[in-house]
């Protein structure tokens, strides 16, 4: 079977405009972000694709790019999403064959393709089933992997009792076909386990819904994360999964590829300004930097909160810890996708690093009352976008702050004048 190309289609009014910017050599992918200017940055413009992949047990399947041959499709899913510049090339693709993942890879050509051999991307090897033509034009790649979720309740004496972890890469997955929209860029890949015991999942299901940006801006919804053109948002769900302990809470592990020379920070940064996201004062950002000149090269980023219910509010909030980064000394769980872009010993190859999120109070009430567990997170190229204060905020601050000085002022004007004409009706004795 012969390989395929991945062209950027797309449909709505937003994509045509999109096309008709790029014709005028405008690239409107980048987005502003502040103080960066990556290697792969070409004045003449760049572009930006996305590819879904996911597993589709539908009768018949069929693959959903546009340019997959006449009966050569694997049953599963794929549908991407781009626009076009002179410059560079900026490629995202998000699988949930084995466990979800998602891989960011830079190219400096405007005309760089991403392939993909599904023959060998859904064999028990799919070493070298995806790859970039040409592949000289790649300059950074990077891929992000969601391992496992672990669910866990702390005794009386303090000690936490973990049950058995779910191994997202076990889990069966819903064709991503149904929740594909190619207008406003998002996606939902959709799971529970092959194997489910317990019957945890029987009214329940775990999900990551992908969002894909095509300007700069700021999302509407909590936490409304600031985000930039270059940037994409995953949001990790639990709904209705039944909880295995009276008091259980649960943790989210993420596992990072990089390449050779480039080192993972965990950075937090705390602000008095909660405007956007209500009682909220973290950010934390794990940032890929480069270990020759120390400039970031991609990114991910959250706010230090969850939420418990479908339309958050402040008081939804679900407190959220950021447990210290972890160099990994365990085999990564299979993702077909690393595999197939990295190569079978990308273990020893690259570097893997893996943090875990974990959700829930003290006592782990809020998701028992709710049953819904909402955690959102940003990634991307660059440098993480930067909260600043809004001009309202300024203003407000301006008027409390300039009032008090203003009102100073004025008073040491007032006793001044008074005590100068007070002395002044007096006369001279000589």
Not at 98 to 119: F, H, Q
Not at 293 to 315: C, H, I, M, N, V
Request: some cysteine; proline content about 7%.
């Amino acid at each position: 079977m012969r390989p395929l190309k991945i062209r950027l289609e797309g449909r709505g009014g937003s994509f045509k405009k999109m096309v008709r910017g790029a014709f005028k050599g405008v690239c409107h992918v980048r987005g502003h972000v502040s103080g960066w200017v990556p290697r792969w940055r070409r004045a003449r413009g760049c572009r930006c694709c996305c590819c879904w992949l996911g597993w589709g047990p539908g009768p018949g399947g069929g693959c959903r790019c546009s340019t997959t041959p006449a009966g050569t499709a694997p049953p599963s899913t794929c549908s991407t999403c781009g626009r076009w510049g002179g410059g560079d090339t900026l490629h995202y693709v998000w699988s949930s064959i084995g466990a979800p993942a998602a891989l960011l890879v830079a190219t400096a050509s405007g005309s760089s393709a991403l392939r993909l051999n599904w023959t060998r991307l859904l064999s028990p090897d799919p070493t070298g089933a995806v790859w970039i033509e040409p592949p000289s034009s790649v300059v950074y790649s990077t891929a992000v992997v969601f391992t496992k979720v672990f669910e866990y309740s702390q005794t009386k004496m303090l000690e936490e009792l973990f049950y058995p972890t779910y191994d997202l890469s076990d889990f069966s997955w819903d064709s991503v076909n149904g929740t594909l929209n190619h207008t406003a860029l998002t996606a939902e890949f959709k799971g529970v386990p092959a194997t489910d015991p317990g019957g945890s999942f029987s009214n329940g299901s775990l999900a990551f819904r992908v969002t894909a940006y095509e300007v700069g801006g700021r999302d509407g919804p909590l936490p409304s994360l600031l985000h930039t053109a270059n940037s994409s948002k995953v949001e990790f769900v639990l709904a209705g999964v039944a909880p295995r302990g009276n008091s259980s809470r649960f943790a989210l592990e993420v596992a990072m590829v990089e390449e050779p020379g480039v080192a993972q920070k965990l950075r937090s940064a705390r602000s008095i300004d909660d405007e956007y996201t209500p009682t909220i004062f973290e950010m934390l950002s794990l940032v890929a930097e480069s270990q020759n000149d120390s400039s970031p090269l991609s990114f991910l980023q959250w706010k230090a909160t969850a939420y418990g219910s479908q339309t958050p509010r402040r008081e939804d909030n679900i407190q959220c810890r950021s447990h210290s980064l972890q160099a990994a000394n365990w085999s990564l769980p299979v993702s077909s996708l690393v595999r197939a872009y990295f190569g079978e010993d990308v273990g020893s190859t690259y570097t893997i690093s893996a943090i875990n999120i974990s959700f829930g109070g003290e006592d782990g009430q809020v998701y028992q009352e709710k049953r819904y567990l909402s955690w959102s997170v940003l990634l991307g190229f660059g440098q993480p976008p930067k909260d600043t204060f809004s001009p309202l905020v300024i203003s407000i601050m301006a008027v409390a702050l300039g009032t008090p000085m203003v009102m100073l002022l004025v008073g040491s004007c007032v006793v001044f004048f008074a005590q100068r004409k007070r002395y002044s009706e007096y006369e001279p004795i000589n």
